[in-house]
């Protein structure tokens, strides 16, 4: 089965890079990472997502890696807004023709001022 | 805020009772998909609904129900509560039927405590 493993939790300090690690070896040709994040007391909202290249947008940065068993994702700059826990998740095929978010455990990320 | 609304925040009740929680997609979205949060199960998809059909089942229980309705609005119907089914219980949206690209877009969760 699709399964993500992330560390429990991170500290970074305010103004520096954050690259937060997710294994997933078991995944398939046809399986999509996505990152989402979840602010205290919030639902997750979406980061970022790829299937096998390096993906940027104005959140973050997501490099995969070439045999797609883990990727990164990369916060450029951390600040204190950034403090939640993000989770890596497999958006995995299914035979009904949709995909369904399986979710790692998360990593709760602690942004120091 | 994601455009996604959940009714009711926080509901108490018995084991034994049924209850029902609400949830109404951004404007457009098609799709509906029920989560639940637990701190021993983390984030765990339930079922999904594209425009008023059932699209996909995940760990969904047998006591545990779902519906969309014509409006898009959905519902999710616990019955037979146990203790063990304290949770929080997200709802999330998106455009289309769920495709590998498509963001699903949360509600800010539905906490349910079953004593």
């Known amino acids: 089965d699709a399964k993500t493993t992330q560390p429990n939790s991170m500290e970074s300090n305010e103004e520096e890079p954050v690259h937060l690690p997710c294994n997933h070896s078991t995944i398939s040709g046809t399986d999509y990472i996505h990152w989402y994040r979840q602010l205290p007391s919030q639902g997750p909202e979406y980061v970022i997502h790829?299937?096998?290249s390096n993906v940027n947008n104005r959140m973050a940065s997501l490099a995969i890696a070439e045999d797609r068993k883990s990727s990164t994702l990369i916060l450029h700059r951390a600040t204190l807004r950034d403090a939640a826990v993000y989770y890596c998740i497999l958006s995995v095929y299914d035979t009904s023709g949709t995909y369904k978010y399986i979710f790692g455990t998360g990593t709760r990320l602690k942004v120091l001022a | 805020d994601s455009g996604v609304t959940q009714t009711p925040k926080h509901l108490i009740t018995a084991t034994g009772q049924r209850v029902t929680l609400r949830c109404s997609p951004r404007s457009g979205d098609l799709s509906v998909y029920w989560y639940q949060q637990s701190l021993d199960q983390g984030l765990q998809f339930l079922i999904q609904?594209?425009?008023?059909?059932?699209?996909a089942k995940g760990n969904i229980l047998e006591r545990f129900s779902a519906q969309q309705f014509p409006d898009l609005h959905s519902e999710l119907n616990l019955s037979s509560l146990e203790l063990g089914d304290s949770a929080l219980y997200f709802c999330a949206s998106s455009v289309g039927e769920g495709d590998f690209q498509e963001t699903q877009y949360f509600g800010p969760g539905t906490r349910l405590l079953v004593l």
């Open positions: 609904y594209y425009n008023g059909e059932e699209r």
């Open positions: 790829g299937l096998t």
